[in-house]
Each structure stands twice: as structure tokens, then as C-alpha cells.
């Protein structure tokens, strides 16, 4: 299952939808970074996915992460 995150300057991911498809998910965390970006005027902002396993509570440690936008980049 995946999960849809944002997350905004100092505060936590906040997970905003569902999906059982890595591609829906990945087009769901872009439209929600143009809805936040264009219409919640959203200035420091970032969102991805959590790849979360079934049948498991996150309590002490984190599902896997990808963020989607805006893009990272690596200066090695």
C-alpha cells in the first residue's frame, strides 16, 4: 500500500490519500503538489510516498520513503 504525503517548512509528513498502485500514487503526490503550490499558495513545500506493509504498525520505526517533488538532487 502506499500512502500520500506532504509536508510543509518544519512540520511532520501529514498523509493525505491511498493507494494500492506505486504509479497512482506517484501521480496523486504531483497533483497534490500543484493543488498546494497553485492554490493553497504553499511556499516550503515537499511530498511523496510511504510504501507501507500490510499488517504492520509504524510506531517505532518509519516505512520507506520517497519524496516526489520537487525533485532532489545530489551533488557528488
Do not use: C
Not at 491511498?18 to 492554490?39: F, G, P, Q, R, W
Not at 513545500?45 to 520513503?65: C, H, Q, W
Amino acid at each position: 500500500m502506499f500512502a500520500v504525503w506532504y509536508k510543509e517548512a518544519s512540520s511532520k509528513e501529514l498523509i493525505v490519500g491511498l493507494s494500492s498502485s506505486e504509479k497512482s500514487a506517484h501521480k496523486m503526490a504531483k497533483d497534490l503538489y500543484t493543488v498546494k503550490k497553485n492554490i493553497d499558495k504553499s511556499i516550503d513545500l515537499a511530498t511523496g510516498v510511504f510504501l507501507m506493509d500490510e499488517n504492520i504498525l509504524y510506531t517505532s520505526t518509519k516505512p520507506r520513503k520517497a519524496q516526489i517533488l520537487p525533485l532532489l538532487t545530489s551533488m557528488n
